[in-house]
């Protein structure tokens, strides 16, 4: 399939002009290959329930994998993840210089995950309310489900509240599950009413399991790593404790790596 045909498909002219790429000849020859995958994919998908998207970074041309409306995963834990966030993927993201790099560090794990699946940083995903910290992060957990690889998006306040409600058993096991999940973001560290025991017994022990058994894990907050240990961690119900924090923050640093999310709120 030569460039002109490929250019001839209905989904690939409208990327093509959305992305006003009609002059850039050198760009679109070098990613035929690409277009060429995408075209035959829309034919024949590689994922069921999964249809292929194009999305440009960087003069690349990418294919990412949204869910069809019908499709029910089953390999994706979800605790208080807006309903909103449960389709977006990369495609969906709006890209600035603020936001830039957050997106490419994640395009780049989701490419070098999906190609080895062996152990690679996560992020540690910081800036104010409402810049598209969690956005991002679902986007990335949507594009990994599709490959067929276990995610969860656990949001710390909502995981206070749900542990509140269930007895110990049932506890253990949840705990348990969000541990031993492939790929995990922990969405809003720092908010949430921190006890010694959620902080020592299900944060602490969730990732050090994680961190034992390498298994990638993302993180947002409001609090760069240093304000969040001084100002949350070290803090529990009044009680200073700074030595825990500091143990706590020892794994998050080694799971992941430091990245801001500047820009203004979009809610």
Avoid at 58 to 66: K, L, P, V
Avoid at 127 to 135: A, D, L, T
Avoid at 179 to 185: E, G, K
């Amino acid at each position: 399939m030569n460039l002109t045909e490929i250019l001839k498909n209905p989904q690939v002219n409208k990327f093509v002009t959305e992305n006003h790429l009609q002059d850039k000849k050198r760009l679109l020859k070098d990613n035929a290959d690409v277009l060429a995958d995408f075209v035959n994919q829309i034919k024949q998908p590689l994922f069921p329930d999964y249809y292929p998207e194009l999305f440009l970074v960087n003069d690349t041309i990418n294919i990412f994998y949204e869910k069809a409306a019908n499709a029910v995963s089953e390999n994706q834990l979800r605790i208080g993840q807006a309903k909103e966030l449960a389709k977006v993927t990369f495609a969906d993201f709006s890209v600035d210089e603020q936001r830039n790099q957050a997106l490419l560090a994640s395009i780049s794990f989701f490419e070098d995950y999906s190609a080895s699946q062996q152990f690679k940083k996560g992020i540690y995903l910081w800036g104010n309310f409402g810049v598209g910290k969690s956005y991002l992060m679902s986007a990335l957990l949507n594009e990994l489900a599709a490959k067929d690889i276990e995610t969860a998006f656990v949001n710390v306040s909502a995981l206070i509240n749900r542990l509140n409600e269930i007895q110990m058993l049932e506890k253990q096991r949840l705990i348990r599950k969000i541990a031993h999940s492939r790929i995990l973001v922990f969405d809003d560290l720092g908010a949430g009413d921190l006890t010694t025991w959620v902080r020592d017994n299900v944060i602490g022990a969730i990732l050090d399991d994680r961190m034992n058994y390498q298994r990638p894990t993302f993180f947002t907050s409001n609090f760069d790593i240093k304000s969040l240990q001084e100002q949350y961690l070290s803090i529990a119900r009044g009680v200073a404790e700074p030595i825990k924090a500091a143990r706590i923050i020892e794994r998050i640093k080694f799971l992941s790596e430091p990245i801001k999310m500047g820009g203004q709120s979009r809610r």
